[in-house]
């Protein structure tokens, strides 16, 4: 009897593979499932979307386990890529054990300043797999988060000075070495790890106040800076303000601002590689929001079409971030352009 394909079947088999694949780069294959789900597409499209991802980029299957890891050595050995399998194991039957929610609130506040791992991949993947209340997903992210483990500056040093998220990255233009740090490669992680190992960064996650409306200027400011550059790095913070928010849900309350600080810092490190953007008044942005552009529907069957793990990450995040933020249309102008549907 053969098994029908359901996103469940599809997704047992993504998680036989590595969370990255050479060089270092981020397998997006249980995420991008989870969410062409969620925009429609049917099962047919899942597998085929997951094969071809698979053999094109050749990820690897989970490395072999090392050592054993056990809830009193589980910090000793964060950021081993070496010991994904360990990591892995050890938190997925953490998640059976707990639960979906009591996991995340045990665990992940001591690799909150972590969350720059695998240039923020875990953080996605932890929010899809908690997204769709999904044990084991929410075990393998975690363990993708404690393997690739990468922490930043600590916070609780410095002064804050600033309401404006974008104030934190206009500041970052002037840290003495921006323009001319050395990164091991281009990838987005090792150019986080090298900024924000240049002395005058350390301050940077503590210039923003925190309110109740914090998290909302961040979201807008993320949305603003990819409508108007469609910068790779720049889509991952729209991306990455829709993973913040489906995972502080699942975290206690006074762990909600040192993860969206976490968070911040990173996007701050990414500012090099955005190009030190300039934001657009308030009237260019009223523009580009006006612009003509497709319906939901149109933009999804685009998605959904493509082989392009970033434009079904965007796509979704987009989709999403409208519907709980007042349904500002920009969203839909951005994922637009990201598809080449508009100009």
Request: charged fraction near 25%.
């Amino acid at each position: 009897m053969t098994t029908p394909l359901t996103l469940d079947a599809v997704l047992a088999k993504a998680q036989t593979r590595s969370v990255e694949f050479p060089y270092l780069l981020a397998n997006h294959v249980p995420m991008v499932l989870i969410a062409l789900d969620r925009l429609g597409a049917c099962p047919q499209r899942l597998d085929e979307w997951y094969e071809s991802y698979r053999d094109a980029h050749a990820v690897p299957p989970i490395p072999e386990p090392v050592a054993s890891v056990n809830p009193e050595n589980w910090q000793e050995a964060l950021g081993d890529r070496t010991r994904e399998a360990d990591y892995r194991g050890f938190f997925v039957g953490e998640v059976q054990r707990l639960g979906i929610d009591r996991a995340i609130r045990t665990y992940l506040p001591a690799m909150t300043q972590g969350i720059s791992a695998s240039a923020t991949h875990p953080l996605m993947r932890l929010a899809y797999g908690a997204l769709k209340n999904d044990a084991r997903e929410v075990g393998h992210a975690l363990g993708y988060w404690a393997a690739t483990y990468l922490p930043l500056p600590g916070p609780g040093r410095f002064e804050a000075d600033t309401d404006d998220p974008a104030d934190v990255l206009a500041g970052i233009a002037d840290i003495e070495g921006i323009r001319d740090y050395e990164s091991e490669t281009d990838l987005l992680w090792h150019n986080i790890r090298a900024v924000g190992a240049l002395p005058g960064f350390a301050p940077v996650i503590d210039r923003l106040r925190f309110d109740a409306g914090t998290a909302r200027r961040m979201t807008e400011v993320s949305l603003v800076a990819y409508a108007f550059t469609l910068d790779f790095s720049a889509l991952h913070a729209v991306t990455g303000m829709h993973w913040m928010r489906l995972v502080a849900s699942h975290v206690d309350e006074d762990r909600v601002e040192p993860l969206y600080r976490a968070f911040w810092q990173v996007i701050a490190a990414l500012v090099p590689k955005i190009g030190f953007p300039v934001f657009p008044t308030t009237d260019e942005v009223d523009a580009m929001r006006a612009r003509a552009a497709p319906e939901w529907p149109e933009i999804r069957a685009a998605a959904i079409a493509s082989y392009d793990e970033h434009d079904v990450s965007l796509t979704f995040s987009a989709f999403e971030e409208q519907k709980a933020w007042g349904g500002d249309r920009l969203y839909r102008v951005a994922a637009a352009r990201r598809l080449r549907l508009i100009d």
